[in-house]
Each structure stands twice: as C-alpha cells, then as structure tokens.
C-alpha cells in the first residue's frame, strides 16, 4: 500500500458507527414510518459527522406483509408472509405437497420448474393437477417459483423453510416500482413461510388430502419514502465523476445485521473521506436505500430513473453494502462481484486479511439498479462466517447476515453484530472505494470481462449460430481486448483520457453481460444468465419461424454491441 492509503486506513474507526447499529437496534425499519425515522436517524448522524446530506423523497411502491397464518383442525400455526404478497382472508382450498429438490433450495433459482421433483409432462397437466390449490414445497422465498405457480392455477403457496425459524422474503419478479401496465403483473397470489417444524404438520396434512385456510394482512400502496445520500468531492480533471457506495435501510423487523451494520460501514467510509485531507481525484456519491425488502429494490431503482442522465455520465463503479460486521464473519474468500473489478479486490482483500478471495458473478439482487445504465458493480456481501463453521454450526444457506439463519427473521438483533468485524468491512469497503476514486487510472480490467464474454460466447454461441458467425464473435471481442489494449497504451494508462475511454467501454459491455432490456428499462428481478440476448435465444434445434427471428436478432444484438465496442475504442 502507498502512504495516502496507510494513512486513510489508520484513521479508521468504528465508534458512529457502532452508534448506528445501537440506534437501529432499537428502531425498526419495516412501516413507511419507521423507515422514515430510520432516514432521520442517519440524517442526523450525518450532520453529526460534518457531511451535508440531501435527502430525496420520492413516492415508491411497497407491499409490506403484516401478518400470516395458516389454519386446519382447529390449529393456527404463524407464518412469514413474502413482500408484495396480496392480502387473502379465510382463503381456504387442498393442499397439495409439490417437493422441491434438494439441490435446488437455494435463493432465487433460476429455473423455477427446476425445483420440484415432479415434473409435469405439459402445461396443461400441471394446470390440471395444481389448479385451484394451496402448493406446499421447500426452500426459500422464491418469485419466480410464485409466478410460476399462479400460471397453473395455484391460489397461494407455502414454502417450508429448511430449519427452525421462518424468514421474510419477496414474492414479485417486478424490479422497483411497477410502472404502467406493471401494476397488473404484481403477484395475485399469496407466498408465505413456515419453520421445518411446522412444515412437517403440514405435509402430513397435504398426504391425507386435508385442506387448509390462509389469512394474510398485507400494507400495499404508493408511499414517500426518503432517499438519503451525500457527498464529498473530488478535486481535479476528474472530479465530475463519482463512485457510488450504497446500501439499503429499510429492513424487516430490526435487521441489525441486514442491514444496520451495511449503513454504519457507507457511514464510517463517508466520515472518513469527509475528514481525510486530501481530496480525492474523483468524487464519492454515498447513499441509503428505502424500498429494498418491501419494495424489491424501489429506492434504488427510483434513482436510476432520477439520475440516469448522470449515472450514465458520470458513475465510474457503484459499490454494494450489504450485510458486513456480523459475529464470527471472519471469511472474504469469496465475494460477489463482475469481473472487471476482481483484481481490485482480490488485492484489496489480499493486503487487509491475508486471504485469496474468489470472484463470483453477481445474481439479480442487491440494489443492482444499475445493470441497464452499464455500470460496473463490486459486491453484495462481503465477509462471511467460515464455511466449516457454517456447516459445525447446521446452517444451512441464506442471503445476509454472514451466512447466520437470523437473517429476514425476528432473531436479526443486536447479537448478529459484532464491531471487531464491523471494523474490518470499514477498512475493506474504504480501500476499495478509494482506489476507485484516487487511483490515477481506473482499476477496472476489462480484458477479465472480455474474457469472460469470450467464454459464455464459445459456450453458448455454437448451440445458436453457425460456426462462422461463432467464429466471428470470438474474433471480435479477442481483436476489442487486444485494441483497448493498445488504446490505453497509447493514451498512457493513468491518464484522464484512458479513463475516459474505460467509462465507454463500460457502458457496453456491462450492458451486453448484466442487461436485456434498453438502458432505461429495469429487466425483471429474477435470474439473468451471462449475456442473456444469447442465452435467452432458442438454440439451432428449433427451426420455427419465431426462433428464427429470435436468433437473428440476437445476433444483431451482439453484433451491434460489438461494432459500438469497436467504435469506443478505435474514437
């Protein structure tokens, strides 16, 4: 490390923001009013800390369950109804036991057919069977499985969660806000969990053909919510354009470890930077997140269409916080990020903890709002208890918390957090963010994302295309990473044209490898595949005329990407 990193990372302390994580202990952050005090609380923290907020508020779309049970026999047993699931009174129907694969209980599977063992030879005898029923199946909270579901009839689900305490979770593949004809599209069916225990009784309930009745209280509607952000400027030929380090807010219940701890880090590295004395070449935009449990990521969503103009100016990286600082998360060796920004931190965790930390690709989730716009992004989570601890201990995968079951649960308190470990992530996340502000040249490395682009292609490609046109790609995208090569070469890698030059590439090839959609339109919050105009295109096998147009413009949409990567460059 260089003596301007030394010394930032000396000054780091974790004193306002353990102050924060003691005040959100103590305040929840779920009704549009808590999550308001929420916003005045960091607010005042920030003025605290010499930093100028400026605080939006804009009118965001939230489904925030209330309450959830599930009754048959006399016997009421309490459930954990999913954000954006309607409200159902007395709904009662059969209940049928579809059982999920066991290697398919994971977070947001792709393939929500893929999940249970029986698979149905046609639409119409899934329909026949699932119509007019409440489905039981396993895992956790799971939109497109919901989504799936409600197209064969279903009226509501149940998901048994894998140990002994139900979660919250989300039940809507729309991404933010729904916007025009959207509004129709949200969930007309109920998704609610229940604990393993509890799941048993309702399995053998399910075996003897029983029926159930589900009651969901639900606050659904258009809400002001604030959208708090801050800044501290860079100064020089550079200073226009800003990393963004983000986290969410709003939580369910109290959720000290998801995600208190993620805003006292964001707080920590913004007080930090505000009293570091030398300013940055580029600025640091920090922001916090209303709308990420009950509104699938509304807020930061909100943003990107606000400041669209901007981010896609200027936003050189945006940075996610989510879930650091919990007990015993003493692991970063593996961490969720796209490829252009693995060195960083593969160094970044290298230097701080002495750890080779792997790289995998970031999912649909995370206030990842900024996929369209083709911004570069850099974690979800970051430290992690150690998997064999994490196996000792029974726990069986989640979202957050540092791998810990209290996540999306009442169990998510002060005890989930530990301020040795909330130190650590301050001085991960502020090393990363400063070299990504201070760093002469932009430590992003493209030719890893053209690499793995060349990789998806030559995986994917030959199943669509002809071998001259597999070809052709591949082609393509070696002659881009060998020219950006010499473009940066040429331009002197640490200067502000180089710079320059990344930002544009950026724009396209984070689009080309995160987006579907057009950059101002949110893709639906459910699995994307790398590249996903190929990976969504019908393979050579359907000769019909509508896989035929799907493929051509696919390709067109590759290639388009490829000639404007080509123009970036060679301008």
Known sequence: MNHWEEKLLQAVSSETGWQLVEAF???????????????????????????DPVVHYPEI???????????TNGKTIAAKASALSPGVS????????????????????????????????????????????I????????????????????LAVIVINPGDRSHWGTNSVIWGSPVGDEIHHLPKIASVAVSRAEGDVLRDLAAAGQSVSLDVEALHGWFRQPVVTAE????????EDFVLLHSHYDSWDYGVGDNATGNAVVLEVARLFNQFETPMR????????????????????????AFGSELSANCVAHVNCDSPGCADATSYHVIRSMREAGPLLRRSVAELFGQQCEITRPGRAGDYSFNNLGIPGTMLTSSMVPREERDRRGWYPVGGCGGSPAWHSEYDTIEVASRDVLENDIRLYAIVVARLANEPGLPLDYAETLMELREVIGKLAPARF??????????????????????LERHGRSSHSANRLLKKVSRILVRLNFALGPAHVQDPARSLQPVPVLANAPGLDDMSPQATIARMRAWNALTIATDQLRGAIDG
């Open 25 to 51: 202990s103590k305040q929840m952050r779920c009704l549009p009013q808590d999550v308001t005090r929420g916003a005045e609380i960091i607010e005042q923290m920030l003025r605290k800390s010499g930093l």
């Open 61 to 71: 779309y939230l489904g925030i369950p209330l309450s959830a049970s599930v009754s």
């Open 90 to 133: 007395g709904l009662t129907a059969p209940l049928l036991h579809l059982k999920a694969k066991p290697s398919q209980q994971g977070v947001h599977p792709g393939d929500a057919a893929s999940l249970f063992e029986r698979r149905f030879a046609n639409t119409e005898d899934a329909i026949a069977e699932v119509a007019g029923k």
């Open 135 to 154: 489905v039981l199946t396993e895992g956790l909270s799971n939109p497109a499985r919901t989504q799936l579901l409600q197209s064969w009839g279903a």
């Open 232 to 239: 501290v400027k860079g100064f020089g030929p550079e200073a």
């Open 282 to 305: 580029r600025t640091v935009r920090f922001a916090w997140w209303p709308g990420h449990s009950a509104g699938r990521y509304a807020g930061s969503a909100w943003y990107a269409d």
């Open 466 to 487: 002809t071998p001259a046109q597999v070809a052709k790609l591949d082609s393509d995208l070696e002659n881009a990473a060998d020219r950006l090569s010499e473009a």
